[in-house]
């Protein structure tokens, strides 16, 4: 069976709208634990959501 690589969670910058690979904080058996960076390194404000949740959320 081939492998398949394990794609990091990704999460939009509410301010500007650029998607960032979210930071790995644990591990587990079923794959690694994300976590929303600090801040955004396009325009260094501080409040994410996940890309999933992205067209849903109220800004």
Do not use: N
Not at 36 to 55: I, R, T
């Amino acid at each position: 069976m081939a492998h398949s690589p394990e794609l990091p969670k990704k999460y939009v910058c509410t301010a500007c709208q650029t998607i960032h690979a979210g930071t790995v904080v644990g591990r587990t058996d079923a794959g690694h634990q994300y976590e929303a960076p600090e801040q955004c390194g396009c325009c260094g404000a501080a409040e994410f959501v996940d890309e999933s949740e992205w067209p849903h959320v109220d800004r």
